[in-house]
């Protein structure tokens, strides 16, 4: 799957277009950074690789309801 071109870095963006780590996504959502693996596998997140490492959008990242359960495999 073809990793997304990030968006501009343009100042009149919205509030919320902070990047976070896989792992800041997952404590985020509470649940655990494989689990974000998964939703962008699944195309429920978006990765966006920048400099050889994934990242994800913030606001991206709260629209997406946490998985009933422990949050081990959503």
């Known amino acids: 799957m073809p990793t997304p071109t990030p968006p ?3 100042p009149s963006r919205p509030p ?3 990047w976070l780590s896989p792992t800041q ?3 985020r ?3 655990t950074r ?3 693996y998964r939703l962008i596998d699944r195309g429920v997140l978006v990765g966006y690789r ?3 490492q994934i990242r994800l ?3 991206e990242v709260d629209t997406v309801a946490p ?3 422990d949050g081990s495999d959503p």
Do not use: C
């Open 16 to 18: 919320g277009y902070d």
């Open 34 to 36: 494989r689990a974000v």
């Open 25 to 27: 996504a997952a404590d």
């Open 50 to 52: 920048i400099d050889g």
């Open 8 to 10: 501009s870095d343009d």
């Open 67 to 69: 998985p009933p359960g």
């Open 57 to 59: 959008l913030a606001h």
């Open 29 to 31: 959502l509470g649940i």
